[in-house]
């Protein structure tokens, strides 16, 4: 009994209207199949039902591909699945007693080889992928084709009008060197396909892997029944196992298709609807993308004309050309170019389907497109706001030490100088010494009250927790101080940002809320410093009233935080700015408002790094 092929496809699942042509290769399968049974069940006696098996076989690979053609139009597996059901039909043509049939089976009995490889290395999409692929392709088919050729040119038996002569030892060397090729060929495609399991999703590769080793088996069915199933069950039961192994390739991959969500050619009208149903203001492009077309690793690129680059959705910037098994297709809207789609190129070989869907989605790409523009703009305006919040504390701080370690020691040593002159002179000369030493010391005191306005000398010498407890100790009501933080811990802008925070939280407490009690909070949320002041005086405080507070805000958002103000009438006012202090690369990531009620910060943490409560004026 001779031999055809196995095949598989991904039997696509759609909405597309069946093809005229469909209904009229549905009968031709039909027709030979009984015309198979017909030339064959007559001779075959008691084995009849080996015969049904075999004609099932071709059935079931023609039927599983006529209905991937169905569902999917635009993808070859379809075509490849009916063909392998025709190479299972000519390699079994051998079995019958009509010479010409006879010979057509003999020359495709191992043709099995070819077709089984060929849509190994075409799955998902129908096409062959990269050269060295088409070459394993090719080389399977030269392996079935022309390496069968000593089966039958020199074995009267196998195909009498074919046979030029009569020479067992040239079949058994053909035979020999067919297997061989047809091993570097088996190895070649398993290497293939491993590398393609390495390359693939996370979701495709669970599979892949049962799918392709499911297919090597039925790879590996020809050779091992002559060297293995045969010798050990008979040729019968040998004949009926591979048929069977061969019959559950294209079940295999129909299931496939169905779990694994592969390449969807010609679900245009899906996707459009979906556009139109989503309720969100902004659509997941790549998500709708990647259900339509069956690859979830679909990605979305915009481009930006005046700076001639492309970013993703956030606005960060991404290179093109991709890496060899990434592919993409740009879109355009009114003849301009305003995005790329970028997808899996082994799951969708044709691009003609991506392009359409970027036809579909052109405006919705286009609003994304000035959304991206617009957040890669607001988050370079974020950090050129953040760089001159930094240069102007670095300057504070450089003219505050100058004035602190230049004109002040200048003042104290000029003050000294006065006092020993008042104590060496006599009469209206001491007088003189004196006040001018009073007005110097007045000048020292006015400056020091300056510097530490400008930058506290604590804040730069020790951190923003010394300067802290400062500013408390000069408090006078009771206020309490919980530090959660190590000095030295902080950027300096930070720290800066958070001093000032604080102490125009304690100033604006003290002149408008009449309060009696207050509280400081600096702690950690993740990567970001908290810092928090509360009053139990009389609210109403907002954002919106005030140039400290809106200052203050302008400064926080600055570095990329979020400042938020409760202060219900007859409630007191609790300040609460989250500024982020580990990963400072992302300034885009704009302000991050705390989401939860903030607590009172007179609870104070359970085990405080540092805690100081001030409970009277010093």
């Known amino acids: 009994m001779r031999l055809g092929a196995g095949a598989r496809g991904p039997a696509g699942l759609g909405t597309h209207r069946c093809d005229r042509t469909l209904p009229v290769l549905a009968a031709a399968v039909l027709t030979l199949g009984g015309v198979q049974l017909a030339l064959t069940l007559p001779g075959s006696g008691g084995l009849w039902w080996v015969q049904l098996v075999v004609t099932a076989t071709f059935w079931v690979f023609a039927g599983a591909g006529l209905l991937a053609w169905h569902r999917r139009p635009g993808n070859r597996m379809g075509m490849l699945l009916v063909w392998g059901g025709l190479a299972v039909f000519a390699g079994t043509l051998g079995n019958t007693a009509v010479p010409a049939l006879a010979a057509a089976g003999a020359v495709t009995a191992t043709v099995v080889l070819a077709v089984t490889v060929h849509l190994l290395l075409a ?13 394993v392709v090719v080389a399977g088919y030269a392996v079935s084709l022309l390496l069968q050729a000593p089966q039958y040119l020199f074995d009267p038996s196998a195909a009498p009008a074919l046979s030029v002569a009569d020479s067992p030892g040239l079949v058994t060397a053909g035979t020999w060197v067919q297997r061989a090729a047809g091993a570097v060929v088996v190895v070649a495609a398993a290497v293939l396909l491993a590398r393609r399991i390495a390359a693939a999703h996370a979701a495709h590769r669970r599979v892949l892997v049962p799918l392709f080793a499911y297919g090597m088996l039925a790879l590996l069915s020809v050779p091992l029944r002559a060297t293995v199933l045969e010798p050990a069950f008979g040729a019968v039961a040998a004949a009926v196992v591979q048929f069977a192994v061969l019959g559950g390739v294209p079940v295999a991959f129909v299931l496939a298709m169905l779990r694994g969500g592969f390449a969807r050619e010609g679900e245009l009208e899906e996707l459009a609807a979906q556009l139109a149903a989503t309720d969100d203001a902004r659509a997941d492009l790549p998500a709708l993308l990647g259900r339509a077309l069956g690859d979830p690793s679909v990605e979305v690129l915009y481009w930006m004309p005046r700076a001639a680059v492309w970013t993703d959705g956030s606005g960060a910037l991404r290179t093109l050309p991709l890496p060899e098994h990434r592919a993409s297709v740009e879109v355009s809207a009114a003849g301009e170019r305003i995005g790329a789609i970028v997808y899996d190129g082994y799951l969708i070989a044709d691009p003609e389907p991506v392009r359409a869907a970027g036809r579909v989605m ?60 008042a104590a060496a002179a006599d009469g209206p000369a001491a007088g003189q010494a004196l006040a001018l030493r009073r007005g110097l010391d007045e000048t020292a005191a006015r400056l020091r009250s300056f510097v530490h306005e400008l930058m506290p000398s604590a804040l730069i010498e020790r951190g923003l927790c010394a300067a802290a407890e400062d500013l408390v100790d000069r408090m006078p009501v009771p206020t309490a101080l919980h530090a959660e933080i190590a000095d030295g811990a902080l950027p300096p802008d930070v720290e800066s940002t958070a001093y000032f925070l604080i ?32 009053d139990d005086g009389v609210g109403g405080a ?37 500024l982020p202090c580990g990963d400072r690369a992302h300034p ?29 004026a010093g």
């Open 362 to 421: 052109a405006l919705a790409i286009e609003r994304e497109r000035l959304l991206a523009r617009l957040l890669a703009q607001r988050g370079a305006l974020i950090a050129s706001r953040a760089r001159i919040v930094t240069a102007a504390d670095r300057e504070r701080r450089r003219v505050a030490r100058d004035l602190h370690d230049g004109m002040q020691v200048r003042l104290v040593l000029l003050a000294l100088e006065a006092q020993r002159l």
């Open 123 to 135: 799955f998902p999409s129908g096409r062959v992928h990269g050269a060295p692929a088409r070459a």
């Open 588 to 616: 885009e990531a704009g302000p991050q408002p705390a989401e939860a009620e903030p607590q009172p910060a007179e609870a104070g943490p359970q085990h405080p790094t540092h805690a100081r409560v001030r409970e009277a």
């Open 542 to 578: 907002s954002l919106h009233t005030g140039h400290g507070l809106r200052g203050l805000a302008d400064r926080v958002h600055a570095l990329g935080g979020g400042l938020r103000v409760d202060s219900a009438t007859g409630c007191g006012t609790h300040l609460r700015a989250e």
């Open 503 to 534: 102490a125009e939280g304690l100033t604006n407490a003290l002149k408008h809320a009449h309060a009696g009690r207050l509280s400081v909070r600096i702690g950690r949320d993740g990567d970001a410093i908290v810092v928090e002041v509360h």
